[in-house]
């Protein structure tokens, strides 16, 4: 939603991903200045190859109270779509703590409702940016179906379906043989799953797309970018940032939006600040489609692995990896989304060429993503950070609270000035 600021400012956004681009895209409608900058270039992090689905009703939070029962068999097994890798790093630890703390029905509870509200923000957001401006991201509408393998996981998914329809998703449980009515490609492994849920809504699209033509548009319309320009320090005075120092110089505005995704800790660590983000690694590999690939988005809990068609190609993504920052390609990992592909649309052929990709999502503890001030923040620093695996999904909703939280915190400012000119 457009709300032009009665007090223009100059923001600068740091972090050019999807949340970065999409916050530099309120700003700039609601009518300040923006720059944008960014060590690399537009969409180059975890936005580049992810999952592409756009989970708008189906946002079930990582941390569940069935991760107890699992986890033995996800740190142990050697396949296992979960990997912990111990690193001399406290706030790996301090992380993974909280993730337990928070894996609690009470708390799934209350994060299922505040990200789906969340997510019926972005939808709507994204929509009308799509349709204004004729964006070309293979966007498409087919819904999905997240597949079960037994019936324990199944009855716990129905569960978790009623609190979301409670809340106003639209969704269904099917048995196999109706999952493969709505999805044709699944008739080779419907026997491997006792049932799904079909959420008829949701979407996909290429994030990368979308990210590359938010880049165009911003600065066709004078937006400022600086691409491999790492920022390494904020400046506080007075209680306010007055620059952010990069390796092209520092850069002063009047308000500083973090969106650094998994970097943004190292940012406002030096400042006091504790932002609860640690990167979940993922994995993608990006085949082309052929007539044969499933129209509908896929997702097979027993793998932790998404299918997405983007277009002529299929986007395979999965894995969740606590590594710390490492960008390595596992070979095995790509082996497995390969190995996915065979077993669950048996009928695709088998490509060569797969564009191997790893990323790293920046998650919080609960799933709920860092947004506006935290606690003990410069009054001008904003955070906009912490999405996860649903960072594409709620970009844009997260976008507009953002930019709302920065105008605010100027309002009484401007009163103040007003009131002593008069």
Not at 173 to 199: C, D, K
Not at 242 to 247: F, K, Y
Not at 290 to 311: E, Y
């Amino acid at each position: 939603m457009q709300h032009r600021s009665p007090t223009p400012l100059n923001v600068c956004v740091l972090g050019a991903g999807i949340a970065g681009l999409a916050t530099a895209w309120q700003l700039h409608r609601d009518g300040h200045a923006v720059t944008a900058v960014d060590s690399a270039q537009a969409g180059s992090g975890a936005s580049a190859a992810n999952g592409a689905q756009l989970s708008y009703a189906y946002v079930q939070p990582l941390a569940d109270p069935g991760i107890w029962a699992q986890l033995p068999k996800l740190l142990l097994s050697s396949n296992s779509p979960l990997k912990f890798k111990p690193q001399m790093d406290p706030q790996q630890w301090a992380w993974g703590l909280r993730f337990l703390a928070a894996c609690r029905a009470s708390v799934s509870r209350n994060t299922t409702a505040s990200l789906l509200e969340l997510a019926a923000e972005s939808r709507a957001a994204f929509d009308r940016l799509v349709v204004q401006e004729g964006i070309d991201c293979d966007f498409s509408t087919t819904g999905k179906l997240v597949l079960y393998p037994d019936e324990a996981g199944f009855a716990a998914a129905r569960r978790q379906m009623a609190l979301q329809r409670s809340l106003g998703s639209v969704q269904h449980a099917l048995s196999p043989a109706e999952a493969v009515a709505i999805e044709p490609a699944l008739a080779g492994y419907a026997q491997r799953f006792a049932g799904a849920i079909h959420t008829p809504g949701e979407c996909a699209a290429d994030c990368l797309k979308v990210c590359l033509a938010l880049q165009q548009l911003l600065q066709a319309r004078g937006v400022r970018f600086m691409f491999n320009t790492p920022v390494t320090r904020l400046v506080q005075n007075n209680g306010r940032i007055v620059s952010a120092q990069t390796s092209g110089g520092p850069i002063e505005a009047d308000a500083f939006v973090v969106a650094l995704g998994s970097a943004s800790p190292q940012l406002a660590r030096p400042l006091g600040l504790d932002v609860p983000v640690y990167p979940l690694k993922g994995y993608s590999i990006t085949v082309p489609a052929g007539t044969t690939a499933p129209s509908v988005n896929v997702t097979d809990i027993s793998r932790k692995v998404v299918f997405a068609r983007i277009g002529e190609r299929l986007r395979v993504a999965g894995m969740a990896e606590l590594v710390g920052h490492d960008l390595s390609i596992d070979p095995g990992r790509i082996a497995s989304l390969k190995a996915s592909v065979r077993e669950v649309f048996p009928h695709l052929p088998e490509h060569a060429e797969v564009n191997p990709w790893a990323g790293l999502r920046p998650a919080t503890p609960t799933g709920l993503p860092v947004l506006g001030r935290v606690r003990g923040s410069p009054a001008n620093l904003f955070f906009n950070t912490g999405h996860g695996a649903l960072g594409f999904t709620l970009a844009f909703g997260s976008a507009e609270r953002v930019a709302r939280e920065v105008a605010a915190s100027f309002r009484p400012a401007a009163a103040g000035l007003a009131a002593c000119s008069a």
